[in-house]
Structure formats: structure tokens, C-alpha cells
């Protein structure tokens, strides 16, 4: 994971710091990799992958498997539908690596779940809250394909209310979803003050 995390390092150098004398000792072959993938490879996609490299390291610090590690890093930058969430990932790993017995089901709901949403959540911070006029809520700070962009929620969406319950924060809207089946509808806010209403099956 390491020699990955240097790669892109490196690319970041190439892109925004294209004379440091870092990138002089690289070899002849790493500098064609570089340039190859830095043409194909926008800022935007860099950042994120640093991030998500940074994440993997920081979340995963107690993997045994370097080659895992690795894929799953592969996995969340090339089908991040199965991997959207960090959490996900470190319950693969825990997986793989035998430290839940099949018996423990309620990870394994947990991952379904979130590979079904699709999505980062993260609890909303005061000054959200002020401008808003709202007391609580889950924001929607990413959002791929699957259930509630199908249902045609957008990224940025405050989440209040699911089946009328209140929600106050991340753990919450996970625990009271991991145990729902069938219809679930949401209520929330948009960051311009827009109030909706969704509904989906799970």
C-alpha cells in the first residue's frame, strides 16, 4: 500500500510541482507511468484517491495483507460501488481475514446495507443547523448509484426523518435502517432550504 500511496504522491509532485527535485530520482520507468497516468488522471480524481488512500491507512492500519489492502483500495477507486464507505471496506477485511464468524450477522446487514445506499453520510455541524432552522439531521456528502439516488435524492441532502422517526444523527439513520424491509420513506432539506419527501423499498 505504501508503494501505492508514493505513486500518486508522486503524481500530485508531476502535476502542481513539476521541477521538485523528489521527482528527479525517479527511474526512467515510474516517470512514464507518472506522465501516463497524470494525462488520464484529473486533479479532482487525484485528490480523491489521496483521500481514499489516506482513509484506507488510517482505518485498515491492523491489516495483515498488504495485497488486500491494496485491492480494496482498487476496488473503491474503480467500482466504488462495492466499496462506497470506508466502514464497508474495513468489514471485508475483518471478513477475509477471520475475525467474523459467519454466525455474526448483523455486519454483514450493515455492508448490505450500505452497498445498497451507495452513499457518505456525515452528521450536519452547528452552523448547518442554525441556517437551516433544524435541529438534526444526516447529510448526504456523497452519493453513487443505488437505492436513493434511484429514488431520485441528490448529493447535499439533509435527511430528518425516516418513516416519521426523527433523526439526529449517522448512527441512528444506519441502526434504524439496518432493521427496516420494504418501503422507507425520507424526509429532509436541501442546502438552499428546499424541503422533500422520497420513498424506496429496501
Do not use: C, W
Not at 61 to 67: E, I, P
Request: no cysteine.
Amino acid at each position: 500500500m505504501e508503494s501505492i500511496s508514493e505513486f500518486f504522491r508522486n503524481m500530485f509532485y508531476l502535476k502542481y510541482l513539476p521541477g521538485d527535485t523528489k521527482l528527479e530520482s525517479l527511474t526512467p520507468n515510474i516517470k512514464s507511468l507518472l506522465e501516463t497516468a497524470d494525462k488520464k488522471i484529473n486533479a479532482k480524481q487525484l485528490i480523491r484517491i489521496l483521500d481514499l488512500i489516506d482513509d484506507l491507512n488510517h482505518n485498515l492500519s491492523n491489516s495483515t495483507s498488504q495485497h488486500l489492502k491494496l485491492e480494496l483500495f482498487l476496488m473503491k477507486v474503480i467500482k466504488p460501488e462495492l466499496g462506497s464507505d470506508v466502514k464497508t471496506v474495513s468489514y471485508r477485511v475483518d471478513l477475509l481475514e477471520g475475525r467474523f464468524s459467519n454466525e455474526e450477522l448483523t455486519p454483514k446487514k450493515e455492508m448490505e446495507l450500505h452497498e445498497k445506499l451507495n452513499a457518505l453520510m456525515e452528521d450536519i455541524d452547528e452552523e448547518t443547523k442554525a441556517s437551516l432552522n433544524i435541529k438534526y439531521g444526516v447529510r448526504i456528502s456523497e452519493l453513487g448509484a443505488g437505492k436513493l439516488r434511484s429514488a431520485g435524492i441528490s448529493q447535499g441532502f439533509i435527511i430528518t426523518k425516516v418513516d416519521q422517526t426523527d433523526i439526529k444523527d449517522k448512527k441512528q439513520l444506519m441502526d434504524f435502517l439496518e432493521l427496516k424491509s420494504g418501503g422507507v420513506l425520507i424526509e429532509g432539506i436541501y442546502p438552499n432550504g428546499k424541503r422533500a419527501y422520497y420513498g424506496f423499498g429496501l
